[in-house]
């Protein structure tokens, strides 16, 4: 039996939202993780999600299978973040300084090793007993920093991946995953730095 034109392409389509469905499900969690730390607010954060999932769904045909599912829809979770009215207000208002660099241009030497830390926020979480001081802390960091840091550390993506995702150089993912993380410890020995203090 020959199948009519609109019931193949429901057909098709159906078979392409569920191979969508068995990708994005599993990332759910980890996406609404960082919608919520983007957002700092639980509703915008699920109307992110949301909108990011509705965006993949859409563009799920152009996707190259076999490619990074998983950095393609948290790039598209952190474009339709960077595209709303906070993000941009939010963008606008951090500024970057030179990764890791000081007034001269030369190193920092308030960064040693750079990305090759031994004290990571991990090893400072595991003796810290308190988990409100942490969060207290991560929301205290610039958006950049918090957006490394979460990709890190809290999702362990590879800085491939992170590069990918934030659509910067690998070299500027380590820089800002130093910069986070030396941010970090120095919030969690002085609760109460200032953002400013930190990067000054």
Not at 10 to 19: I, K, M, P, Y
Not at 99 to 125: C, F
């Amino acid at each position: 039996m020959t199948l009519l034109t609109w019931k193949r392409s429901e057909r098709q389509g159906s078979s392409q939202t569920s191979a969508f469905e068995e990708l994005a499900m599993p990332l759910l969690p980890s996406l609404y993780n960082l919608a919520f730390w983007l957002c700092r607010n639980a509703t915008d954060a699920e109307d992110l999600v949301q909108e990011t999932f509705l965006k993949a769904l859409r563009g799920f045909a152009a996707f190259e299978q076999g490619s990074n599912f998983r950095a393609w829809i948290f790039r598209i979770l952190r474009n339709t973040w960077l595209t709303s009215v906070t993000g941009l207000a939010s963008t606008r208002t951090v500024a970057l300084e030179g990764e890791l660099a000081g007034p001269d241009g030369a190193p920092d030497s308030n960064y040693p090793e750079a990305a090759v830390d031994r004290r990571t926020p991990e090893l400072n979480l595991l003796a810290l007993s308190d988990a409100a001081a942490l969060q207290a802390a991560m929301e205290k960091l610039p958006s950049p920093l918090l957006e490394v840091i979460l990709l890190c550390d809290i999702e362990e993506m590879k800085y491939k991946e992170i590069a990918t995702v934030l659509d910067i150089p690998i070299g500027t993912v380590m820089s800002r995953i130093a910069r986070a993380r030396a941010a970090l410890r120095k919030l969690l020995e002085q609760p109460s730095a200032s953002v400013k203090e930190i990067r000054a």
